[in-house]
């Protein structure tokens, strides 16, 4: 039974491509060490996240734009929800976004951000982070890219200036008899190309299989989970799957705490055109999606199914 690669992006990319691929071949997933993210800067990050969560309802508040479609700043508890869920998901997020320069060609298709002034030194270290977010997630692009027979900077264009978005989450504690094993988050599929995952070494996160079975993934402390998105999924015509995948509350002590994470996730430009790849279609494989379409119209499809748009 194969499992979910666990890689050390350090090592030349020619040696560790395959394996990386395959794996998201075959689990949509996969766990990258060494990515090159400081740990002092994870640890910061993840404590100014905790402040900000624990600021009261109304101090957050004050950072939810209407009509934002949750693009910038602050999305209350139970507002996103899977799609084709009933219900909503049991958490509350913060986002960061990329900061253009003003008259940027891009400007339109992302608002500016928003900054929480009760915590000191927010602005500061999520720019840090997100710059480390992207410098990783290119890294596994080359990965890609070699896997997939392109040249390796093939997806450095395609991502330059993206609408990429990362995601400050909390999962408040649950409490009573149905805490234990309790869906946080509904089982979905992620819409952007790629998502870089910090935060899941305590346990919940886990991957439909192909065989239609649950599987928790095992994260090593400090590395990234890697997933491949629905974008990325439609370029390659389903040859790296875009996984369904869950947030399940862990059994024991844990199911009565909170939860938090940072995921990135990864955006191809709004003005790319997602066009099948020739090398990703033969005849096992026919053209799932042979109509292109941008980045930008294909996330606000996406973006309506989920209640944030």
Not at 61 to 89: C, L, M, N, S, W
Not at 98 to 123: K, Q, T
Not at 132 to 156: D, M, N, S, T, Y
Request: hydrophobic share 40%.
């Amino acid at each position: 039974m194969p499992e979910i690669a666990s890689v050390s992006i350090a090592r030349p990319l020619a040696e560790v491509s395959a394996q990386i691929g395959k794996s998201f071949e075959e689990f949509g997933f996969a766990v990258i060490r060494d990515h090159g993210i400081p740990a002092e800067l994870i640890a910061k990050a993840e404590g100014l996240s905790k402040a900000f969560f624990a600021l009261p309802e109304e101090t957050k508040q004050t950072y939810h734009i209407e009509g934002g479609g949750g693009a910038r700043g602050y999305t209350p508890f139970g507002t996103e929800r899977a799609k084709d869920a009933a219900v909503h998901d049991l958490k509350e997020f913060w986002h960061v976004g990329r900061s253009l320069p003003e008259g940027h060609p891009l400007a339109e298709f992302m608002a500016p951000n928003v900054w929480p002034s009760e915590i000191a030194d927010f602005r500061e270290t999520f720019e840090a982070l997100y710059a480390a977010f992207e410098k990783a997630g290119a890294r596994v692009l080359e990965a890609i890219a070699l896997h997939l027979g392109l040249p390796q900077e093939w997806f450095a264009k395609t991502v330059e200036d993206g609408n990429s978005v990362m995601r400050l989450l909390h999962y408040p504690p649950l409490t009573g008899a149905d805490a234990e094993g309790a869906i946080r988050a509904a089982a979905h599929g992620d819409i952007n190309t790629i998502t870089l995952l910090l935060g899941a070494e305590e346990a919940g996160l886990e991957l439909l299989t192909a065989s239609g079975q649950w599987k928790a993934i095992e994260v090593p402390d400090g590395a990234l989970v890697v997933n491949i998105g629905d974008m990325l999924d439609r370029l390659t015509n389903g040859k790296l799957r875009s996984t369904t995948h869950r947030v399940v509350n862990p059994r024991g002590e844990a199911a009565y705490r909170s939860r938090f994470s940072m995921p990135f996730f990864l955006h191809f430009r709004p003005d790319f055109t997602i066009e099948t790849l020739p090398s990703c279609i033969d005849l096992e494989s026919p053209e799932a999606h042979p109509e292109s379409i941008s980045s930008h119209d294909f996330l606000l499809q996406r973006l309506r199914e989920i209640n944030l748009a």
